[in-house]
């Protein structure tokens, strides 16, 4: 993960030790939320490391471990000698019950999802907080007995201690996740450690994450010459932006036509930068050769990483032709990287693979120039925003490097993907059209892997299952369902079913996230 060297050491930083959790950059995210800067480091770095950072706090995440189990991470033993305030959040409070001399057991009756925490005795963690919250669990151990010197201060109906504090040093451990939005007053909860026990200052801005990493792209490519691979999406327009700041004409854009895209959005994206952005931009026209790799795989695993694959293998090839090209730069960023278990920690379990993390190829020539690799999608537009992209271009919904690769279930052909582009595009008009659109988060059709029966006139109809997502997010992370209004769907429902003769029956995703993820593969 590309970090910060923060040369101001006046600027108060925040360690989040990372064991694992898909939430642990949620965590970093969160203490930046409140002006104060944050730093992610596995929970096995050197130690000299831990001590160069000089934290004024540490946060312990939580991880997918048990540590009822041998060999399982603990926190450093610096940790403790550092003498900085300690939260452990979950795992992080787990392992700090067990080295501690208290005990951990896993249980029958495991918690996951809401629950409500009951606050014993008075905490400056939980200072201004009513006496009942409603938090959000996930965990199947929890700590049995407290250690000695330790106060009990929270509970809930199926953990007896679900919050903990040294009697005399600032060491607080919750097995709730406060970083997540389902936690209420979650950002209070961390604001009383960042701030009352930390006495952190809230000092750092987003103008400073721009020239840092203005100055840190400079200081990698050098004299060197860039190729981006440019979607239109958001987090390739901010990465141009970026890009184009810092070395200006050494940054060469190439668009590639998959063959996947949105309706009309090879032509929208081209006209949109040329208007927009002073930047050079070569259009390379791969559908084919996409459509062509990807014939007969129908595994959303596989599909991503053949995408992966042959974007590289386009990017080195326009490479050659440009000569001097050392550095691929690529739009990823942190919950890209969280799915595809591309985090530092060894402990992180993959979701899916992301065609811009898991799915590139051991032999890709060149090296990769990844400015927003730690970020999440808010801080990302708001980067934007700084940098002078224009508005339209940032609120535009995310759409996934893989394209329509990933939501058509199964195998690809060309009939599917005129299919679900014809169907998006309703629904996306139709979003605008109601003035919905900026209301939600990302919307998108997604073809089924299953035809249904349908009655179209007097004629019988088998075709084609239409899915309709639309979500509503802070961070991409977590995600709830958009309570998009009955007529609004009835309206966009006939429209692709009368429009669209390859279509017999539409049905909407009310799936939040988790368990589910945004995409469906």
């Not at 999802?113 to 959000?136: A, M, P, Q, R, T």
């Not at 060491?171 to 960042?194: D, K, M, R, S």
């Not at 966009?492 to 009368?498: L, P």
Request: negative net charge.
């Amino acid at each position: 993960m590309n970090k910060l060297s923060i040369s101001n050491k006046s600027i108060d930083t925040i360690l989040v030790l990372d064991f694992g959790s898909q939430y642990t950059q949620l965590i970093a995210r969160r203490v930046r939320e409140s002006k104060v800067y944050s730093e992610i480091l596995p929970w096995d770095i050197a130690e000299d490391k831990i001590r160069n950072l000089n934290p004024k706090g540490i946060i312990l995440s939580g991880g997918p471990n048990s540590v009822t189990e041998s060999f399982t991470p603990r926190a450093p033993q610096c940790v403790f000698d550092l003498k900085v305030p300690i939260l452990g959040i979950c795992y992080g409070m787990q392992t700090i019950a067990e080295q501690m001399g208290g005990q951990v057991m896993s249980v029958d009756q495991k918690e996951f999802g809401h629950s409500e925490l009951k606050i014993i005795n008075e905490s400056i963690l939980f200072k201004n907080l009513d006496k009942k919250i409603n938090v959000w669990m996930s965990h199947g151990d929890q700590v049995q007995d407290l250690p000695d010197n330790y106060n009990l201060i929270a509970s809930t109906k199926t953990a007896p201690i679900a919050a903990m504090e040294h009697k005399n040093l600032p060491i607080y451990a919750i097995q709730f996740h406060p970083e997540v939005t389902h936690t209420e007053n979650g950002q209070n909860i961390l604001n009383n450690f960042i701030f009352d026990i930390c006495q952190s200052k809230n000092e750092w801005r987003i103008e400073n994450l721009i020239s840092q990493r203005i100055e840190e792209i400079k200081e990698k490519v050098k004299k060197d010459k860039v190729l981006l691979g440019l979607s239109g999406g958001v987090d390739s327009s901010v990465t141009a932006a970026l890009l184009h700041k810092a070395i200006g004409k050494k940054l060469t854009c190439v668009f590639v036509d998959n063959g996947l895209l949105r309706k009309n959005e090879s032509v929208e994206v081209m006209q949109t930068f040329k208007d927009n952005l002073d930047l050079n931009v070569i259009k390379s026209d791969s559908s084919d050769i996409f459509l062509r790799h990807l014939e007969n795989v129908d595994d959303p695993e596989q599909k991503r990483k053949i995408i992966g694959r042959t974007f590289i293998d386009i990017f080195d090839a326009e490479a050659i032709k440009l000569k001097d090209i050392k550095f691929l730069a690529q739009g990823t960023i942190y919950p890209d990287v969280i799915e595809s278990s591309g985090s530092e920690s060894k402990e992180a379990r993959v979701i899916k693979s992301h065609h811009n993390v898991g799915g590139l190829p051991e032999e890709m020539k060149l090296d990769l120039v990844e400015p927003l690799r730690d970020l999440f999608k808010d801080e990302v537009r708001k980067m934007g925003i700084q940098l002078g992209i224009p508005k339209e271009m940032i609120e535009r919904h995310p759409f996934p490097g893989p394209g329509l690769g990933v939501r058509i279930i199964g195998e690809i052909t060309k009939e599917k993907i005129k299919i679900l582009q014809d169907a998006d595009a309703i629904f996306i008009e139709e979003l605008v059209k109601a003035n919905l659109y900026n209301k939600v988060s990302q919307a998108f059709a997604v073809l089924l892997s299953v035809k249904s029966v349908g009655v179209v006139g007097d004629e019988r109809r088998y075709a084609e299952v239409i899915g309709l997502r639309a979500v509503e997010t802070v961070d991409f992370m977590t995600a709830r369902w958009a309570h998009l209004p009955f007529k609004f769907l009835e309206n966009v429902s006939n429209r692709i079913v009368n429009e669209i003769e390859d279509v017999s029956r539409v049905v909407y995703d009310i799936s939040s996230k988790p368990p589910a993820t945004i995409e469906w593969e």
